[in-house]
Nanobody, 117 residues
């Protein structure tokens, strides 16, 4: 059973930083792409950052230059370093595993990020 557990969310002032972590169990972590998505109240879930199994990264335009996604295959963990946070970054952030074995996406329960102006 694939399980993802996010941590690291919280309240931060605008301009501050947070690092989110997502630990994966029940899957062969290093063969799968990983991603961070977010969803703010009343808005659709959006892809924030993506990292391939080889470490290639992509970001949505609004976070480029501020957020960094990375992975540690030895720890089955993916990270999202968020710098220069803005009030519009406030959302629940979800970790996603894109399984190459069954073609499914697996999700964590999310971690809440709040940014005060």
């Amino acid at each position: 059973q694939v399980q993802l557990e996010e941590s690291g969310g919280g309240l931060v002032q605008a301009g501050g930083s947070l690092r989110l972590s997502c630990v994966v169990s029940g899957s062969i972590f290093n063969i799968n792409a990983m991603a961070w998505h977010r969803q703010a109240p009343g808005r659709q879930r959006e892809l924030v950052a993506h990292i391939s199994h080889l470490g290639a990264t992509n970001y949505t335009n609004s976070v480029k230059g501020r957020f960094t996604i990375s992975r540690d295959n030895a720890k089955n963990t993916v990270y999202l370093q968020m710098n220069s946070l803005k009030p519009e970054d406030a959302a629940t952030y979800y970790c996603c595993l894109e399984s190459v074995l069954d073609g499914m996406d697996y999700w964590g329960k999310g971690t809440l990020v709040a940014v005060s102006s």
